[in-house]
């Protein structure tokens, strides 16, 4: 029973020194920064009508409506942040956005992007790990 | 490298000030969840995004596309040295290898 009160006490200073980001709030991170990437798409939707035609009116009004949805998502993120963690896993919009390319437009990717990409998560990766 | 460059140069630089107006805000506590968002920080930090998204229109006018998200990513280094600057923030080895990769990945994906 006292070992395990030392345990504890032990993990607690552990906790508060290291202060690791958890894998449960990046993944809340990566989802506002997902519907980020969903403005974009919604941007490429408006693009294929004409200007000022209902089809467009709607697909840009959806792009405004999301970044509308963002920028109060953001604002709490970066409360929970560091500033330039949370910044740094913007770029995974890279992935995101190559994601959507291919599921809602059926673009053709390269093996840069794909490159590119695995590059980019390295680098997210590290950055969510610094201590 | 013509003033366009310079122009869209200076619409990342904007828009990671804008940030720094987004993260003041954050860290102050408020009455009420409407203060969260409409207080001066708050206002002039979007206002200051959309100046940032003005300035790429004018800025693409001379520089070619797959250069945009090139030069726009310089933004992430800006984001660091500034949460430095104004909010203490440690600049560690692993951060600046984590953004140069972060770099070298966008530039590698547009190439």
Redesign the interface.
């Known amino acids: 029973m006292h070992s395990g009160q030392v345990k504890k006490r032990y993990w607690r200073s552990y906790k508060m020194e290291k202060k690791r980001i958890s894998l449960k709030s990046i993944i809340i991170l990566q989802l506002v920064i997902v519907i980020y990437t969903l403005s974009g798409v919604a941007a490429k939707g408006a693009a294929g009508y004409e200007m000022f035609s209902w089809q467009f009116i709607f697909f840009y009004g959806l792009e405004m409506a999301i970044l509308g949805v963002y920028a109060i998502l953001w604002q709490q993120m970066i409360k929970r942040f560091d500033l330039s963690v949370a910044y740094a896993n913007r770029s995974m919009a890279i992935l995101w956005s190559l994601v959507w390319a291919v599921v809602f437009f059926h673009e053709r990717i390269t093996i840069n992007n794909v490159l590119g990409v695995l590059i980019v998560l390295a680098g997210t990766v590290l950055v969510n790990t610094d201590e | 490298m013509n003033e366009y460059y310079l122009l869209l140069l200076g619409s990342v630089i904007v828009a990671s000030f804008s940030?720094?107006l987004?993260?003041k805000?954050?860290?102050k506590e408020y009455s009420s969840v409407w203060r969260?968002?409409l207080n001066p920080w708050?206002i002039i930090g979007?206002g200051m995004m959309v100046l940032s998204t003005l300035l790429t229109v004018f800025a693409y006018r001379g520089v070619d596309y797959k250069n945009g998200p090139v030069i726009d990513?310089v933004?992430?280094l800006l984001?660091?040295l500034?949460?430095?600057l104004f909010?203490g923030?440690k600049?560690?080895k692993?951060?600046v290898?984590?953004?140069?990769?972060?770099?070298?990945?966008?530039?590698?994906?547009?190439?």
């Open positions: 940030q720094i987004l993260k805000s954050a860290l969260e968002y708050v979007y990513s933004g992430f984001v660091m500034w949460s430095r909010f923030e600049i560690t692993r951060k290898i984590g953004n140069l990769l972060i770099l070298t990945g966008i530039f590698i994906y547009y190439l």
